[in-house]
């Protein structure tokens, strides 16, 4: 008999799943682009309009600043007092004569300007309100405000009469021609740009010095306050200046 020849065991593997074939899908259209991050915010316009506000305010500040000491300079460059101040003939808003003479007797606080000024003269004037009432209170009625016109040709009498309501009532305000404004102001040494021939219908503006005119009871110049010159600061001026006229004038007050 045969005997049966044993095969060797074979060892079957598990089957293995085929490998999943990776696909990649391509785009036609280009990438976004990146998203970009403003940094101008709303708040930084803020921010940035505040801080230019800020320097115009400072450097027209520092500007009228620089004016007001080179004026100052300039007058004390001379010997002794400046003169500033002398005779003149204008006519008052009420109708009546005005001369240097009219001045005497009183501490007299002059301003140059016009009435269609639209923002500086109103704001001289608003402060010469508040130092003559403060300083009033301190010293009595002894005070004379005065508001002359370097605008000859729209700054009538019933104009001016119109425009000072609005202020202190012991303010005068003269008129002249143009001969006469431009005498006061040179005695005055202020500058103004109304020219000869100006329209009084015209719509323009007067270029002028800036300055409140400090004169003794004797029609003597005493000091000229610029524009950046506090109301406070002026009126602890004036309480010096007396104090020295009464002691030059053995204590006698006017």
Known sequence: MFRRRALPRVRLLPATRPARRLQRFYSSEPPPPPRQISVFTPASAALF?????????????E?????????????????????????????SHT??????????????????????????????????????????????????????????????????ARYLQDFHPSLIGLVGSYEETKAICKAY????????DADPKGDYLVDHSIFVYLMDPEGQFMEAFGQITTDVEVVDKIREFIGEWKKDHDGKSH
């Not at 004569?97 to 016009?114: A, E, I, N």
């Not at 009432?133 to 019933?158: L, M, T, W, Y």
């Not at 040494?189 to 000869?196: D, E, I, K, L, W």
């Open 189 to 196: 040494r202020v500058y103004f740009s109304t020219p000869p």
């Open 95 to 160: 109708g009546a004569p005005f001369t240097d003479k009219d001045l005497l007797g009183k501490w007299s606080l002059v301003y140059f300007g016009f009435t269609n000024c639209p923002d500086i003269c109103p704001a001289e004037l608003d402060k010469i309100t508040a130092v003559v009432n403060a300083a009033e209170k301190e010293h009595g009625p002894i005070f004379q405000p005065v508001f002359i016109s370097v605008d000859p040709a729209r700054d009538s009498k019933s104009q001016m």
């Open 49 to 61: 309009v505040t801080a230019l506000v800020g320097l115009v305010v400072y450097f027209r500040h």
């Open 63 to 91: 500007k009228a600043k620089h004016l007001e000491q080179r004026e100052k300079e300039r007058a004390a460059s001379q010997h002794g007092r400046p003169k500033v101040g002398g005779p003149f003939v204008l006519t």
